[in-house]
């Protein structure tokens, strides 16, 4: 008879310190690696990074990090978010390992090997857990998806501006600045 074993995050932190070069998150018990993401899509994650840097830390409003930081979400999931902020109240200190909280606000861009509908549940599992926003970011139809707990979805294009005023009041960017440049 088999028996089927439910990890944890130090099985996480054993499996990461054994494989250093993979990406893993710990959803439901189980360990899940990452691939890499496309070039567009790390391109278009590596700009929302720089914008909201950009904004948030001369206001000292929180920290902003990228897709390699963790999150031990109140489940005991360990998910790692393509772009994520947690405000300043809420995390004085950065921790050396997984942050024991969910992001304030999390993004993820879609690459060419995401199914859009595993993107939108891992958004909506990050809500249940605290997170306040959950963007999606789908650089190939040009389209962000905000997602907010009990709201409707707001879906944005081109022509339109992303705001976040209930975590980054003043914060502002045009949908098509998001999109890799082409030179």
Known sequence: MTTLTTLTRKDLEKLQAEHPDYCMELVDGNITIMSPSGYQSD??????????RNWVKPRKLGRITASSAGFEL?????????????????????????????PDLMVEV??????LSALRKKIQNFLSQGTKVGIL???????????RPGEEVVVLGDDDVLT????????????????SPEF
Request: hydrophobic share 50%.
């Open 43 to 52: 391109e278009v994650a590596a700009e929302v990074v720089a914008l909201l």
């Open 137 to 147: 970011i789908n650089p190939q139809k040009h389209r962000v998806e905000i997602y």
């Open 164 to 179: 976040i005023p209930d975590l980054l009041p003043g914060f502002e960017v045009a949908v098509a600045d998001l999109w």
């Open 74 to 102: 109140p489940n005991s999931d360990v998910r790692a978010p393509d772009v994520s902020f947690v405000l300043a109240e809420r995390m004085k200190i950065s921790p050396l390992s997984f942050a024991e909280l969910a």
């Open 110 to 115: 879609k690459s060419p090997s995401d199914s």
